[in-house]
């Protein structure tokens, strides 16, 4: 079975983490590209400061090994590259779920029934999507966050450790969602809620 090659934009341990889901999955890390002219090398791999010094093709694939959801989106915006998908084994997906280009799943996550999983998101470890949860682009749910049925998560919105919604709730585009979060009601774009239950502090 051959084997799919990537390329991972940002060296960082986030980038670390993702090397190590493309090897588990018998993928191959090709190298990383980062602005960063001091980092050389990552976990043995070569680390590139110019896309032009990287040697790929047409049929590799890439994943923006960054953090920040902002920067993610910017990236992805600006450059046409074959973006892939990086699935930790170990990781529990439904059949009837889909997930877009760019997308990273780490260990231990579990995705249920029809849910929507958009471009460019990070579901970090451990954490559970449920049935019909609609998570949109640049989206980072932290380690074991949990979205009951019928989620809707918004465009850049970042989730916190441990953070819990009930079902039903839509959260907004941009938003912030503290680590420990219980969200009882809708949050608006832009917003950063905190607490239990959930209160918000900033729009």
Not at 85 to 90: Q, V
Not at 97 to 121: D, F, L, P, R, Y
Not at 133 to 154: F, K, M, Q, T, W
């Amino acid at each position: 079975m051959q084997k799919n090659k990537f390329y991972l934009w940002g060296a960082s341990g986030h980038g670390m983490v993702i090397a190590e889901i493309i090897e588990s999955a018998g993928d191959q890390v090709q190298g990383f590209l980062d602005a960063d002219t001091s980092i050389k090398e990552l976990l043995g791999y070569s680390v590139q400061h110019r896309i032009e010094d990287m040697n790929f093709d047409a049929t590799d694939q890439w994943i923006i090994s960054v953090g920040k959801n902002a920067t993610r989106k910017k990236l992805a915006e600006s450059n046409k590259l074959n973006y892939g998908k990086a699935i930790h084994p170990s990781a529990i997906l439904s059949a009837r779920c889909t997930i877009a280009e760019g997308t990273v799943v780490m260990a231990g996550v579990s995705i249920n029934s029809k849910a929507q999983i958009g471009k460019h998101v990070i579901l970090n470890t451990g954490c559970s999507v449920d049935h019909e949860c609609i998570i949109e682009d640049y989206v980072h749910l932290s380690p074991h966050a949990v979205l009951p049925g019928n989620v809707i998560v918004g465009e850049g919105t970042h989730i916190g450790t441990g953070a819990v919604a009930i079902p039903g709730i839509k959260i907004g585009k941009w938003c912030t969602i503290g680590a420990g979060t219980v969200i009882i009601k809708d949050v608006p774009d832009g917003a950063t809620v905190v607490g239990v239950p959930g209160r918000i502090v900033r729009l």
